[in-house]
């Protein structure tokens, strides 16, 4: 739970401070995904309506990042990776922190609901509340499946932005978020591998820190395995097409190979070159999973000048 006994009531809060606080990086990939989804669909979708459903799901992760720090901040004050973020470092107080993200939520859930249908507006909502509460606040610090289940808020997005242009769910609106949510463990657990020692301390039981960095390795190996023939299922519904098809037979060969390499190597091997392999995986799958929704909208594209699909 948050401690803002280390906030410096001297300072205020820079406009840098509050734009870290919703943590646009992971923002980016949830208006990436979110504009692909609506992209693909089959409904048109005026631009400056598709712009504005766009930037209130923004704001909806932006609450959900913000939500995050707050009730985190005492486990990022011990992390090194999160100890600069903008409550631990004293920039910003905790209630500054709920109180933006709680505005931010009711601010992009009502005004989504009303630019474009209630049901994406209810999605965005459910995914906020599944992030800040399910995965935040209990399955993160209760559970080693915590990257498993609440992946699932990071792999809701295109689906929002499906339902925003058909006002509901389709098979490719879920193969959309198969595809997030089965990358979701083999991308985390690849990052926890190097950054184990911070999960230790702060007791946030990742994978590694419960059943050990080997056992982690072997999930990481049959997550990527079960990933594979998902993602290229994905390019035979009615978004794929051979385009797809053929990005997604390479990014998985290249990822299959990655999470091989990692499950071969020992922890010797690892400490002794500083996780070199683990780092490359790592970055890689952060490409992975953009080439996979970049080749959907190069699908959508074709498609509109009659040159994609099967």
């Known amino acids: 739970m948050t401690d803002i006994s280390t906030f410096d009531d001297s300072r205020e809060g820079e406009f840098g401070d509050y734009v870290a606080l919703l943590k646009p ?3 980016s990939l949830v208006v990436f995904t979110a504009l692909v989804g609506l992209a693909v669909a089959p409904v048109h ?17 932006g609450a959900s990042g913000a939500l995050n720090m707050w009730y985190d901040a005492d486990i990022d004050t011990v992390m090194r990776r999160t100890k600069g ?6 920039k910003i107080a905790g209630g500054e922190a709920l109180g933006l993200g709680l505005a931010l939520s009711g601010i992009s859930v009502m005004m989504l609901g009303l630019a474009s249908n209630w049901f994406a507006g209810l999605f965005l909502a459910f995914t906020i509340f599944f992030y800040a ?14 990257i498993v289940i609440g992946g699932a808020a990071g792999a809701f997005p295109p689906m929002i932005g499906w339902a925003v242009a058909t006002g509901g769910i389709s098979l490719e609106s879920v193969m959309m978020f198969v ?3 089965m990358w979701t463990p083999p991308h ?3 990052l926890a591998l190097f950054m184990n020692d911070d999960y230790t301390k702060a007791g946030v039981p990742m994978l590694p820190v419960t059943h050990g960095r080997r056992s982690t390795r072997k999930h990481i190996l049959v997550y990527t395995i079960l990933l594979a023939p998902l993602a290229l299922g994905l390019g035979l519904t009615s978004i794929g097409g051979p385009t797809y098809m053929a990005v997604a037979l390479v990014l998985n060969a290249m990822f299959l190979r990655g999470a091989w390499a990692i499950w071969k190597r020992d922890e010797a091997q690892s400490e002794a070159d500083g996780y070199k392999v683990e780092k490359r995986f790592f970055r890689f799958s952060l490409a992975y999973l953009f080439l996979h929704f ?17």
């Open 25 to 27: 990086r992971v923002m």
């Open 45 to 61: 979708v005026h631009p400056l309506l598709a712009f504005i459903s766009i930037l209130f799901i923004a704001l909806g992760g």
């Open 85 to 90: 973020r903008p409550i631990p470092a004293g």
């Open 133 to 146: 509460v399910v995965y935040t606040m209990w399955l993160k610090r209760s559970t080693p499946q915590n």
């Open 179 to 181: 595809l997030i949510f």
């Open 188 to 190: 985390f657990w690849a």
């Open 294 to 310: 970049t080749a959907l909208l190069l699908e959508a594209g074709l498609g509109h000048w009659g040159l994609g699909g099967w």
